[in-house]
Nanobody, 124 residues
Framework: VQLQASGGGSVQAGDSLRISCAAS????????MGWFRQAPGKEREFVAA???????LYADSVKGRFTISRDNAKNTGYLQMNNLNPEDTAVYYC???????????????????WGQGTEVTVSS
């Protein structure tokens, strides 16, 4: 499956933004999908995941502000980000994995396919 992330941009603190992950080649719902982010000088970190069962998992830092979802008809995943703050500034990557389980969903090594990333900048 090929993944194409889009929708990033520059926003103010408190704003909302929705980023997308369009899949091609395979049906996205056949995979667990995750969002990760990497800020300058930092390691890639887990943000959110949605499993094939549609159960979701979030990092504590985004819980209650971000929502991960998937539109099977469009073969596209989304990350709705509300109440953004400067600490959310990063390049956001979507990923898909066929063998991700609840205990491995936070670990990037368990995802097989990655999009190219979309940059989100939040200014105060």
């Amino acid at each position: 499956v090929q993944l194409q992330a889009s929708g990033g941009g520059s926003v103010q603190a408190g704003d909302s933004l929705r980023i997308s992950c369009a899949a091609s080649g395979r049906t996205l719902s056949s995979y667990s999908m995750g969002w990760f982010r990497q800020a300058p000088g930092k390691e890639r970190e887990f943000v959110a995941a949605i499993r094939r069962s549609s159960s979701t998992l979030y990092a504590d830092s985004v819980k209650g502000r971000f929502t991960i979802s998937r539109d099977n008809a469009k073969n596209t995943g989304y990350l709705q980000m509300n109440n953004l703050n400067p600490e959310d500034t990063a390049v956001y990557y979507c990923a898909a994995g066929s063998s991700v389980i609840i205990t491995t969903a936070r670990l990037p090594n368990y995802y097989d396919y990655w999009g190219q990333g979309t940059e989100v900048t939040v200014s105060s």
